[in-house]
């Protein structure tokens, strides 16, 4: 990942359900990382045709994993496991923010009932507002806008958990 990306995954809303009976505010990383959350859920309708369609085939190392787009750039990557899918992990460039990559992506999540997990854990719904309130207030976004005064809020927080 690089700083300048923001990434999140996208998951079903019936496999976060399933898991919690409800939507919940955060999902945490451990209960991520166990969970199958495409498990008894069906894949997005035409969702790599549509992806296809706003991103360019990006070449991949695995049989199992379909990349789109740029690797320091706007990404969605669609991994599958025995031939179904086990998760959609997004990335969108924080330098150059396409308002049509996110609302053509956000309709593709509404109308496949998809729910996005931030790497903080967050849930949120596919809403373009959200999305976009979500990434202004992300590190990716304050690395873009002053990237030194970034880099110093960081080295700074490395020297007080030292002390």
Same mark, same amino acid.
């Given at each position: ?27 945490? =990383?451990?209960? *991520? !990382?166990?969970?199958?959350?495409? @498990? ?6 035409? /969702?790599? #045709? ?16 379909? =990349?789109?787009? *740029? !690797?320091?750039?706007?990404?969605? @990557? ?6 179904? /899918?086990? #998760? ?76």
């Amino acid at each position: 990942m690089a700083t300048w990306q923001y990434d999140f995954h996208l998951l079903p809303s019936e496999g976060v359900v399933r898991r919690y009976r409800t939507i919940p505010v955060v999902i945490s =990383q451990s209960d *991520f !990382d166990q969970e199958q959350w495409w @498990d008894g859920s069906p894949p997005p309708n035409e /969702f790599e #045709s549509e992806i296809s369609q706003l991103l360019p085939p990006l070449p991949s190392w695995s049989s199992d994993l379909k =990349q789109w787009g *740029f !690797d320091d750039g706007n990404r969605i @990557d669609i991994c599958r496991n025995k031939g179904m /899918f086990s #998760s959609i992990y997004v990335r969108v460039d924080v330098r150059d923010v396409s308002l049509v990559f996110i609302a053509t992506l956000m309709d593709m999540a509404r109308r496949n009932g998809c729910l996005l997990r931030t790497q903080e854990g967050r849930v949120i719904p596919p809403s373009f507002a959200i999305v976009l309130s979500a990434i202004r207030g992300s590190k990716a976004f304050r690395f873009v806008q002053d990237p030194q005064a970034f880099l110093d809020a960081l080295a700074r927080a490395n020297e007080s958990d030292k002390t």
